[in-house]
């Protein structure tokens, strides 16, 4: 197996080396490629040194796989490239997401949409992901109808200068800023660009993701994403109207038995997820479920998980993972 990591030098490029290590997947040669000014650097994987190429010099080896985190810009460039030359792409950036020729996929919920023509597989935003995770079981048996959702997302989300805002301004120092105002003791309601109608492009994608993995464009959707000066992941406030009326043993079993979902809910004992304990693993964690009293067939539940892992490096792993056991790589 010959496979790319296409922005192997970015926060999320470095998290999927450590998880191809991690779970043992059977990568023969690795191509480390990034942006020119990357280009000549070295990463480690499985303990060695590997030089960082270009994208172009990774296109010309042919490998069997590349896992895409790049940018939108760079995936719209690049990807169409390595699936001509039969490379199968795994894509982290929103460039393909709503294409309705690419399957959107959590492998736990959707692997089935990937096919022996799928050479672009796109990967879902990181706050989807988790909240999927959480969802689906409790749709395929009560049928979800509205999603309200409010989002607590970590500034990894941003990337290595956001995280680099926060260290500045806790030590007290100056230097770039990724956000139009400070993120520390501070909260923004501003997750990407604000769009036409209001909302973020954040907000958007939990509404177009949500109906493209669930394949139920009914579900209606309404979010707001806020950015929190936290490192270690991202968190929700769900709530959940259903077609059918719940049992809330029910509902606790289905979280218990989802794979990938930790149900972490016991407030007697202050016993709820949190990102410090979601940080650097692949769960997603579950709390706070309880009934929403006002209205019928409504749940409350709050959602974490690490948005570096299961919502981006991880989850494009999985991917992988599966398409290799189902013989389609």
Not at 189 to 217: A, M, Q, S, W
């Amino acid at each position: 197996m010959k496979a790319a990591i296409v922005g192997v030098t970015g926060m999320v490029g470095r998290m999927m080396l450590k998880v191809l290590e991690e779970r043992q997947f059977p990568v023969d040669t690795l191509l480390a490629a990034a942006s020119e000014r990357s280009e000549g650097r070295e990463v480690i994987f499985r303990g060695k040194p590997v030089k960082v190429i270009s994208i172009m010099e990774a296109v010309e080896s042919k490998p069997e796989l590349a896992l895409f985190s790049a940018g939108a810009a760079v995936s719209r460039e690049w990807a169409p490239a390595f699936a001509e030359i039969g490379t199968v792409v795994i894509d982290n950036s929103s460039a393909w997401r709503m294409d309705e020729n690419v399957p959107l996929v959590v492998p736990e919920i959707n692997a089935n949409t990937i096919t022996a023509a799928s050479m672009i597989i796109a990967n879902p935003n990181c706050s989807t992901i988790q909240m999927l995770m959480a969802l689906a079981p409790l749709h395929r048996e009560y049928t979800v109808r509205r999603l309200v959702i409010s989002t607590y997302q970590s500034v990894t989300g941003t990337g290595v200068s956001a995280v680099t805002q926060l260290d500045n301004e806790r030590r007290g120092l100056g230097g770039e800023m990724a956000y139009p105002y400070p993120i520390d003791l501070n909260c923004l309601p501003h997750c990407d660009h604000f769009l036409d109608n209001g909302y973020t492009r954040e907000e958007e994608k939990l509404v177009n993701e949500t109906h493209k993995i669930l394949d139920d464009n009914s579900i209606r959707v309404t979010a707001t994403a806020v950015r929190v000066p936290v490192k270690g992941g991202h968190s929700e406030a769900v709530n959940a109207e259903f077609e059918r009326e719940f049992d809330l043993d029910r509902v606790r079993a289905l979280l218990s038995e989802a794979p990938g979902v930790i149900l972490y809910d016991n407030p007697a004992e202050n016993k709820y997820p949190m990102p410090v304990i979601a940080h650097d693993r692949d769960d997603v964690f579950v709390g706070r479920v309880r009934r929403d009293f006002s209205q019928e067939r409504t749940l409350n539940m709050w959602v974490v998980a690490d948005n570096i892992r299961k919502g981006a490096a991880t989850n494009a792993v999985q991917i992988a993972e599966y398409m290799r056991s189902s013989g389609l790589l």
